[in-house]
C-alpha cells in the first residue's frame, strides 16, 4: 500500500490521481452548477455519487495493478 | 526525477484553478467564464456591487459597449428599436407604446425602427441630473428621470422612440441631429446602462410580438401596416 502514496522517487499513482480527479471534479461541479438550473441538493447528491465511482475506480485500478 | 517535477506541475495547475475558483466564489472563476452565457458570466449581484463601486470588469464593459452589425428583413416593417424583453404594449391616447426592457447584459445601442426624417429630439430631465445633493434625492422620487425623445416622420406618419435611463446611469448619446434623414435599422443611440427604449406607434399598427418576447435591434420586425391617418 506504501507505493499509492510513492514509489521510487514520485508521488504514487493512487494519491495523484485520486488529488487531480478530485480537484478537476470539484471546478467541474461549479461549471454544471453554473450551466444548468438544477437543484443544489440534487446537484450535491449526483456530484458526490460521481466522485465517488471515479474514487472506487482509481482504488480498484491501483489494487488489480497491485495485486 | 522528472516524473516528480511533472506530477508536482501538475498538481500546481490544478491547485491554481481551485485557489482561483475560491477567490472569485460564487461568481465564475476566470477560468471558466469563456465557457458561460453572459447572464452567468456576470451575474446580477456582481454588476450591482460593481454598479456602487463605480468600478467594472474590462471583459464586462467590452461586452456592454459592443456594437454588432445587423442585418434589417426585407420589407417596411417596424423594427425593434434595442435589444431587450417587450414588457408592455399598451394603447393611450391613440398611441400604442411598446415598451422594451433592457437587461445588463444586452447590447445598449438603439436603431432607427423606420426610415424617415428625424423631426426632433427632445431631452427631458437631462438638466436636472448633472448636481447631486438635495435635487438628486428629489429626482429619486421620479421613476424615470432622464429620457431622450426621437421623433421620426415617415411617408406614414409619425414615429417616436423614447430612449430612458436610469438615475444610477444618467447617460444618453444620441447619433442623430433634427432635420437628418435615416434609415430602417441606422444606430441612432445609445443608453449608458440604462433600462428601457419605449417605442410610440399610431395605434392602427398591428403588432407582431407580444409581451414577453424577446428583440433585436434593427433585426426583429415588432409592427407592420404602418399607415399615414
Known sequence: MNSFFWTCGYLGWGIFSLAVFTGLWLLLTDLFWRLQSIRISRLLVTMAT?????????????????? | ?????????????????????????????????????PRKRWPETQIRMWLKQGQFQRAFLRHFYSDPERIAPPGNSVLAPADGLVTSAEIRAGVRYLVIALSFWDMHVQRSPVSGRVLHVESRGDGFMDGEGREFAFLREKSCPVQKRLVIATDAGQVAVRLITSIAARRIETWVRDGEEIERGQRIGRILLGSTVVLELPAATKLLVRMGDRVWAGQTAVAEGLTAP
Open chain 1, 50 to 67: 460521481g466522485w465517488i465511482i471515479g474514487v472506487g475506480l482509481i482504488l480498484l485500478d491501483f489494487y488489480i495493478g497491485n495485486r
Open chain 2, 1 to 37: 526525477m522528472t516524473m516528480f517535477v511533472l506530477q508536482i506541475v501538475i498538481l500546481c495547475l490544478v491547485a491554481t484553478a481551485i485557489v482561483l475558483w475560491a477567490l472569485y466564489f460564487p461568481y465564475p472563476s476566470p477560468l471558466i467564464r469563456r465557457w458561460l452565457p
